[in-house]
Structure formats: C-alpha cells, structure tokens
Nanobody, 125 residues
Framework: QVQLVESGGGLVQAGGSLRLSCAASGLTFSTYDMGWFRQTPGKEREFVGAIRWTGSITYYADSAKGRFTISRDNAKNTVYLQMNSLKPEDTAIYYC??????????????????WGQGTQVTVSS
C-alpha cells in the first residue's frame, strides 16, 4: 500500500533551520506532484509549498517564500522541505501529501490522494 513517511522534525531555536524529508513507497513517485502542509491545534491544515512531478515547478505560501525550499529526488522517492530562518509561528505538525500528476490544484488540501502521518516542528523564541 501507499506510504508517505515524514522525518526531520524537531525542536529548533528561532532563526535556525530544519530539513524535512518525506519518503514515499507503494506508488510511482515520479508521476505524483507533492505538497507540504502544516497544522496547528484547532486549525485546518494549511498549504506550505508544493512541487510538480518534474521537479521544475514549485509553489509556496506567502509565509514560506524566501525561507523555505522544496525539492525532490525521484530516484530516491523522496521530497524535501528545507526550512531556514524559522520563526515561532512556524511551529506545527508538517505533513506531506501526494497528488497524481494531472495538473491539479496543489494549494487545495482535498485534492491530494495520500498523506503521511506528519512530523512535529517546534520553534522556540
């Protein structure tokens, strides 16, 4: 079955960096667009960024632009989220999602076919 497994979360001070990874199995990774979302208690999961199956097109939430970078390695079935200049408001559970490459809306939470279990990111002030 399809599995998406996030890793790389943890506790970091404001201004620091983390690199999240999402390893996929059970699907043909190179035919899926991938997204990163985050969620805090009581709020809906929100878009952070996404990358098309080719790796050449990326999208970012305004809150992530200039600080976060998404990349993917189709040979390793893995997508990454490099997060720099972290702020306390970035504290959340981060999830990766997979959407079959059909030119869909990668900003839309419910357009994704599969989700991982999430990894906690905590940024202390």
């Amino acid at each position: 079955q399809v599995q998406l497994v996030e890793s790389g979360g943890g506790l970091v001070q404001a201004g620091g960096s983390l690199r999240l990874s999402c390893a996929a199995s059970g699907l043909t990774f190179s035919t899926y667009d991938m997204g990163w979302f985050r969620q805090t208690p009581g709020k809906e999961r929100e878009f952070v960024g996404a990358i098309r199956w080719t790796g050449s097109i990326t999208y970012y939430a305004d809150s992530a632009k200039g600080r976060f970078t998404i990349s993917r390695d189709n040979a390793k079935n893995t997508v990454y989220l490099q997060m720099n200049s972290l702020k306390p408001e970035d504290t959340a559970i981060y999830y990766c999602g997979a959407q079959g490459a059909r030119g869909g809306n990668l900003y839309y939470l419910r357009a994704y076919d599969y989700w991982g279990q999430g990894t906690q990111v905590t940024v202390s002030s």
